[in-house]
């Protein structure tokens, strides 16, 4: 137990150092990337938005490749792991937490310049930002949720009245759909044989409202949705390994 939780904490720094790049950059494709793959990528991603020289580009490669080594690491403490951690642990993990992002911090700190670091904190603090209200759905209620995800559409489609009329009415019905789907997995637990009928239903409203999205926008709008929907697809498979 001891050396798993060594191990975690190790992990801690890939935690936090994840935050301070700003994390995923655009999120893997579908295919597989290995963690040196993903790793040119969030460099390449640095490098555009703090415009990296080449000794920085090689001091983040280096710190990249660290974070990679630790998450092996804990993705191996967890495999082996069968105990939870005491609230001893749990407190000592949280100091471990804090003194890793400090330390992160630092590292980061001493390889930008200091109108380069003023970037990388506002990127690191909007990436927190969102991640919070990721989890925590913002405190928003669906028709809140709804107006924002319309106003976002509205701006990167440059939809008319009439669509954003059309749009809002499958939003919303979309909405109720989810509603009712918590509902229904509240009040009991669903059967295998409930969970694929679930699926195909899920796969047909899928596509029926892609249909919908299709018959609403012209072509190239149309374009665009698909690759913002691709994209946010991609988001989430990305997000739930993250958590595996």
């Known amino acids: 137990m001891k050396k798993i939780f060594i191990a975690v904490l190790l992990f801690v720094g890939i935690v936090s150092f994840a935050q301070d790049i700003n994390q995923k950059t655009g999120k893997d494709q579908k295919e597989k990337l290995t963690p040196e793959q993903r790793?040119?990528?969030?460099?390449?991603?640095?490098?555009?938005?703090?415009?990296?020289d080449k000794k920085q580009q090689e001091?983040?490669?280096?710190?990249l490749a660290e974070r990679s080594a630790k998450a092996e690491k804990f993705r191996d403490a967890r495999k082996d792991?069968?105990?939870?951690?005491?609230?001893?642990?749990?407190?000592a993990f949280k100091k471990q937490m804090e003194a890793e992002k400090t330390a992160n911090d630092a590292k980061v700190k001493a390889i930008l310049n200091a109108d380069q670091y003023t970037k990388w904190t506002a990127l690191k603090k909007d990436h927190d930002h969102k991640g919070k209200n990721h989890h925590r759905?913002?405190?928003?209620?669906?028709?809140?949720?709804?107006?924002?995800?319309?106003?976002?559409l509205t701006t990167e489609l440059n939809l008319n009245a009439d669509q954003q009329k059309k749009v809002s009415e499958l939003l919303s019905d979309r909405s109720t759909k989810m509603a009712m789907l918590k509902k229904s997995r509240k009040d009991t637990k669903p059967t295998d044989a409930e969970k694929d009928a679930m699926k195909k239903q899920m796969e047909e409203d899928h596509k029926a409202n892609d249909a919908k999205m299709k018959a609403i926008l012209n072509a190239d709008q149309y374009k665009k949705w698909t690759a913002i929907q691709k994209e946010h697809k991609d988001k989430m498979k990305d997000h739930r390994k993250d958590k595996m």
């Open 39 to 52: 790793n040119e990528k969030h460099l390449q991603k640095l490098t555009s938005e703090l415009n990296l």
């Open 59 to 63: 001091q983040f490669k280096q710190l």
């Open 81 to 91: 792991s069968k105990t939870k951690p005491t609230a001893e642990e749990r407190e």
């Open 137 to 152: 759905g913002d405190f928003k209620t669906p028709q809140e949720r709804d107006a924002a995800h319309l106003q976002k």
